[in-house]
Structure formats: C-alpha cells, structure tokens
T-cell receptor, first 115, second 116 residues
C-alpha cells in the first residue's frame, strides 16, 4: 500500500523567509501526488498536483513542489512566506483501490508565520 | 457549479444519540469519500462510495458507523449511539472517478460533530 510521511508536525518561519515543508512517499508504482492546504475551520483546498508530467510543479499562492523519484520526496516550497500562509498543509498520494482510487493523506504540517 | 456541500456544518449530539451527516457531491461527480479528522490530527480515510455501492470501507469502524450513497440524493454517513470519542470533523470529498487516477478530490467544508 502507498503511504505518505510528512516530516515535522509544526514548522515556524519568519515573514519573508523560505518555506519548506517535507513530504516523503512510498509507492511501488508511479505515484500521483498532491498538496492540500487547510485554513482554520475550513475544508481542504488543492495547492498543486504531480501527475507524471513536469517534475517541478507550480501551484497557487506562489507554492511549488519538486518530485524527486530517487529520494521518494515531494517537498513543498515557497520563496517568501506571507502571514496569510499560516495554515495546515497536507501531502497526499492517490492510491489504487478496488474499482477506483482514493487519496491517502499525511498527518499534516502546521505552518506558523512570525511577523 | 456549486462545490461539495456538507450539512450541517456543526452538529451537537448527546451520548447515545444518532448522528447523520450529509454530503452532496459536485455536479457530475459519482464518487464520494468520507474522511475523519480528529483534533490536531490529519485526515483518516473512512469509506469510498460510488452510486449505490460501497467500494472500500477499510477505514470504517466495525460498529455503529455506516455510509450510503443512494441513486438519488446525498451521501449519508450515519453514526449510531455516539460516544465522546466520535467528536471530530468529518469531511466529504467527491471526484469524477473513472480511470483517471490523477484527478484530485474536491472537499466540502466539513461537519464538526461534538458529542456531549
């Protein structure tokens, strides 16, 4: 079965600093990977997805992620953090199941942005 | 095109009562997924349904929990005889389904269940 590991349940950065949220996956087949963001008391919003095209994926709000097969990683980055980026971020992988596909989530990383 | 609609947004139940959570998928989506998010935790898969069929319920507790997605109407997640440990946010997601496995799931706003 596929799985996702997010390193660091909490990450704190200063406003304007680089954001790096780590995600490693395990999969025996080419994976389909996603990053979602969750703001307080909200549902999940898709930031970006990797679907075996370009290894560097650009998403909304200035985020991007790079798929590295050799490292089985899909880390999320943003060059300059903004206060509005404070939220919970989830890495996810699409898993083949009976009759279709389901999304498996990592435990999440809560991002704090300091002024 | 309305997104995934969940209701109610907040639900309070006393221990022993039943909770019914509803999810209307996006128009044209025939696949529905339910996830549970406990406080300070990530999302845990519960069940995956297509119209009138349960495809994967490997994440559902064996007792008190059930889900359905009828031919007409919303998907329902039902929790019987709720206990305090059932207090959580329950999220529904939908996707077009089919063979396109890179299609992301679209999430509703969630139902926050509080058992008192």
């Amino acid at each position: 079965a596929q799985s996702v590991t997010q390193l660091g349940s909490h990450v704190s950065v200063s406003e304007g600093a680089l954001v790096l949220l780590r995600c490693n996956y395990s999969s025996s087949v080419p994976p389909y990977l996603f990053w979602y963001v969750q703001y307080p008391n909200q549902g999940l919003q898709l930031l970006l997805k990797y679907t075996s095209a370009a290894t560097l994926v650009k998403g909304i709000n200035g985020f991007e992620a790079e798929f590295k097969k050799s490292e089985t990683s899909f880390h999320l980055t943003k060059p300059s953090a903004h206060m509005s980026d404070a939220a919970e971020y989830f890495c996810a992988v699409s898993e083949t199941g009976t009759g279709g596909f389901k999304t498996i989530f990592g435990a999440g990383t809560r991002l704090f942005v300091k002024a | 095109n309305a997104g995934v609609m969940q209701n109610p947004r907040h639900l309070v139940r006393r221990r022993g009562q039943e909770a019914r959570l509803r999810c209307s998928p996006m128009k044209g989506h025939s696949h529905v997924y339910w996830y549970r998010q406990l406080p300070e935790e990530g999302l845990k898969f519960m069940v995956y349904l297509q119209k009138e069929n349960i495809i994967d319920e490997s994440g559902m507790p064996k007792e008190r929990f059930s889900a359905e997605f009828p031919k007409e109407g919303p998907s329902i997640l039902r929790i019987q005889q709720v206990v305090r440990g059932d207090s959580a946010a329950y999220f529904c997601a939908s996707s077009p389904g089919g063979p396109i496995k890179n299609t992301e799931a679209f999430f509703g706003q969630g139902t926050r269940l509080t058992v008192v």
